[in-house]
């Protein structure tokens, strides 16, 4: 049996993660959920490490790397972020991986998979936590870069777009971009996929599978009995887009912060 430790500040994101364990991966046992990193550097000052430890990278009290300046933990890790996905997916091999939040079951099933066969080959992580640390406390020097404008096509003639000044993407038949003064221009990218792999996450989200908002373009949320929420984007645009029941825990967090 694998035991294992989740660190996630947010009560119902650990529940799905513990349920979804259950399900992908019966020898793991889930022996503690640590809700904050005051909590985690005193559970690990009274504990051994587990086997195999899940952890949120952005708490309510701190960053969860702040651990692995108090201990010497050598046990597989697996990061669980709404954000910053990036910079990690540098570090996604054996020992180090993340999962994107809502967790994927089988990217969750995939993880575990290769961290279980570290364990089986008793090896040694290959990746420094602390190079993961400043590649994250660093972005700048990281790679990729993100994108500063899009070139769109008005007229038979290329005209830049700010990134900064891009409020939203939405996607309906085609991808277009709205701009926080109203503008709306055709984008020419295939999917909003290839379109989030450039932009910085701390500055935009994916609300759904056909938008991409800026932080700055939210006017408000408002919260439903379903757990849904319903983002109205400032004037001019105004535009209304619902986030999912799963996925309202991790905006909160990114909004939050």
């Given at each position: 049996?694998?035991?294992?430790?989740?660190?996630?500040?947010?009560?119902?994101i650990?529940?799905?993660l513990?349920?979804?364990?259950?399900?992908?991966?019966?020898?793991?046992?889930v022996?503690?959920?640590?809700?904050?990193?005051?909590t985690?550097?005193?559970?690990?000052?009274?504990?051994?490490?587990?086997?195999?430890?899940?952890?949120?990278?952005?708490?309510?009290?701190g960053?969860?790397?702040?651990?692995?300046?108090?201990?010497?933990?050598?046990c597989p890790?697996i990061?669980t972020?709404?954000?910053?996905?990036?910079?990690?997916?540098?570090f996604?091999?054996?020992?180090?991986?993340?999962?994107l939040?809502p967790?994927d079951?089988d990217?969750?099933?995939?993880?575990v998979?290769?961290c279980?066969k570290l364990?089986e080959?008793?090896?040694?992580?290959p990746?420094h936590?602390?190079?993961?640390m400043?590649?994250l406390?660093h972005?700048q020097?990281s790679?990729?870069?993100?994108?500063?404008?899009?070139?769109?096509?008005?007229?038979?003639n290329?005209?830049?777009?700010?990134?900064?000044?891009?409020?939203?993407?939405?996607?309906d038949?085609?991808?277009?971009i709205?701009?926080?003064?109203?503008?709306?221009?055709i984008?020419?990218?295939?999917?909003l996929?290839?379109?989030e792999?450039?932009?910085?996450?701390?500055?935009?989200?994916?609300?759904?599978?056909?938008?991409?908002?800026?932080a700055?373009a939210?006017q408000?949320v408002?919260?439903?009995?379903?757990?849904k929420l319903?983002?109205?984007l400032?004037?001019?645009?105004?535009?209304?887009?619902?986030?999912?029941?799963?996925?309202?825990?991790?905006?909160k967090?990114?909004?939050d912060?």
């Open positions: 049996m694998i035991k294992a430790v989740i660190v996630e500040d947010e009560n119902l650990a529940r799905e513990q349920n979804k364990i259950a399900a992908v991966a019966p020898d793991v046992q022996t503690e959920v640590l809700p904050s990193l005051k985690a550097k005193k559970w690990f000052m009274q504990n051994a490490e587990p086997d195999l430890l899940f952890m949120d990278i952005q708490l309510s009290d960053v969860s790397f702040e651990l692995f300046d108090h201990f010497q933990l050598n890790v990061f972020t709404a954000y910053d996905e990036y910079a990690i997916r540098a996604k091999v054996n020992g180090v991986d993340y999962l939040k967790v079951t990217e969750l099933r995939s993880a998979d290769k279980r364990l080959n008793k090896a040694a992580p990746v936590i602390r190079e993961l400043h590649v406390q972005p020097s790679s990729p870069l993100y994108k500063e404008k899009f070139i769109v096509s008005i007229r038979n290329w005209i830049p777009v700010n990134t900064r000044d891009i409020a939203c993407f939405m996607r038949n085609l991808n277009y709205y701009t926080f003064n109203g503008e709306k221009y984008l020419d990218y295939a999917t996929e290839e379109v792999e450039l932009l910085d996450p701390r500055v935009f989200y994916r609300a759904n599978r056909q938008s991409i908002i800026h700055d939210i408000s408002k919260p439903h009995e379903n757990q319903t983002i109205t400032k004037a001019p645009l105004k535009i209304e887009m619902d986030i999912s029941r799963e996925k309202a825990p991790a905006f967090k990114w909004f912060r």
